[in-house]
């Protein structure tokens, strides 16, 4: 990846052309999760957790920072009373993410989660000669360091972070929440994060028991729902409908965070388009300030071929080299003989419709794009 500002703890490979970052970010942010978070399981279990590429692009766009973004004065000068500026210094208010599964989607965003909760992902001013984010001046007994490069945009931490992680259930939402307490156990977060029975207590100065807390709310635990959070974490929005009624929750809590100057990022496999889910109202929006990451693989390779299926799996799975091809291509050759739209959709990364669907294939994706 071709970066743009400071990379001062590690530095990307070359990637190709469409990795190209050309704007303002918070390096500082996947530097801190490269130092702080570590790998949840599997065979580099405990390991930092280091990017890949297309989940670094995606970080970096999160927190992109408008070149003309500037602080506060009062704020910068001490004034007690002053109020920093927050969600209005980003290019993007909020963040969509569709990817097949098994490609590190939750990882990700535990690490992500655990950024928001204690990181300086918040605009803090544009970097002097000798600017520095220094872990020690925030609790954190590291040692780490990280040098701004004159002109970088600099972070501050949240100081009361309240988090949210919805999913439509307690199974499901281990997708985030199980690498999130792994995260949260290791050597270098145990000191500033306690896993508790259903949410991750963040210690800090603040004694408050309804702030500095990660909080997990599905469709049957709505109770904290409304609370001005700083960040949420909406998994599997494809599932989120008007029957289950996640969408106005999904709704609610975007509302809770938007009213902090808090922002979020929603993961999801690709959706069902006749179900009208958020994951849908989302990649449809025609907003300008959502990031949305999506790369399907060529239109002209056929998931129900096999050949052409391997193929399909190579391109979607190229920038995530844990996943196991073999075992992604038996199960889903199994799903095929039953649901062969829920195969393309889960694995082939793909827009489609339902088995059983009364629209036929394709057209909605022709009137998408009518004029």
């Known amino acids: 990846?071709?970066?743009?500002?400071?990379?001062?703890?590690?530095?990307?490979?070359?990637?190709?052309?469409?990795?190209?970052?050309?704007?303002?970010?918070?390096?500082?942010?996947?530097?801190?999760?490269?130092?702080?978070?570590?790998?949840?399981?599997?065979?580099r279990k405990g390991r930092p957790f280091r990017m890949y590429d297309w989940q670094l692009w995606i970080t970096a766009n999160h927190y992109r920072v408008r070149p003309q973004a500037r602080q506060d004065e009062a704020f910068l000068t001490g004034d007690p009373d002053a109020i920093p500026i927050r969600s209005e210094a980003f290019h993007f208010r909020r963040s969509q993410v569709i990817a097949p599964q098994k490609t590190g989607k939750g990882p990700w965003s535990a690490a992500?989660?655990?950024?928001?909760?204690?990181?300086?992902?918040?605009?803090?001013?544009?970097?002097?000669?000798?600017?520095r984010f220094v872990?020690?001046?925030?609790?954190?007994?590291?040692?780490?360091?990280y040098r701004y490069r004159p002109g970088e945009p600099m972070g501050m931490p949240w100081p009361t972070p309240l988090i949210q992680l919805l999913a439509t259930s307690e199974d499901q939402v281990d997708n985030v929440y199980r690498p999130l307490q792994a995260m949260a156990r290791g050597a270098r977060l145990r000191d500033r994060m306690k896993v508790r029975e259903g949410f991750i207590r963040l210690l800090g100065e603040d004694g408050d028991p309804d702030l500095n807390r990660i909080d997990v709310v599905t469709s049957s635990a709505q109770s904290r729902l409304g609370n001005p959070i700083t960040f949420?974490?909406?998994?599997?929005?494809?599932?989120?409908?008007?029957?289950?009624?996640?969408?106005?929750?999904?709704?609610?809590?975007?509302?809770?965070?938007?009213?902090?100057?808090?922002?979020?990022?929603?993961?999801?496999?690709?959706?069902?388009?006749?179900?009208?889910?958020?994951?849908?109202?989302?990649?449809?929006?025609?907003?300008?300030?959502?990031?949305?990451?999506?790369?399907?693989p060529p239109p002209e390779l056929?998931?129900?071929?096999?050949?052409?299926?391997?193929?399909?799996?190579?391109?979607?799975?190229?920038?995530?080299?844990?996943?196991?091809?073999?075992?992604?291509?038996?199960?889903?050759?199994?799903l095929m003989e039953t649901d062969p739209p829920q195969a393309e959709r889960f694995y082939g990364n793909r827009i489609v419709y339902a088995a059983g669907s009364w629209l036929p294939d394709g057209l909605w994706e022709s009137r998408k794009a009518a004029p």
């Open 135 to 145: 872990c020690a001046d925030h609790g954190c007994g590291c040692g780490w360091v």
């Open 302 to 334: 056929k998931y129900r071929l096999k050949a052409d299926r391997a193929r399909i799996h190579a391109f979607n799975y190229a920038g995530s080299p844990h996943a196991d091809r073999h075992g992604i291509e038996a199960e889903a050759a199994e």
């Open 1 to 43: 990846m071709t970066c743009a500002g400071a990379w001062r703890s590690f530095r990307m490979p070359p990637a190709v052309d469409r990795y190209v970052v050309d704007f303002p970010t918070l390096w500082v942010v996947p530097a801190w999760i490269e130092r702080h978070c570590l790998i949840p399981d599997g065979f």
């Open 232 to 296: 949420c974490l909406q998994d599997e929005t494809q599932l989120y409908n008007a029957t289950n009624k996640l969408i106005k929750v999904a709704e609610t809590m975007r509302r809770g965070a938007a009213a902090m100057g808090g922002r979020s990022v929603e993961t999801t496999n690709c959706f069902n388009p006749a179900e009208n889910s958020v994951a849908q109202r989302t990649f449809e929006s025609t907003r300008r300030d959502i990031f949305k990451f999506y790369e399907p």
């Open 112 to 131: 992500l989660v655990c950024a928001e909760a204690l990181a300086p992902v918040l605009f803090f001013d544009w970097a002097g000669d000798d600017d």
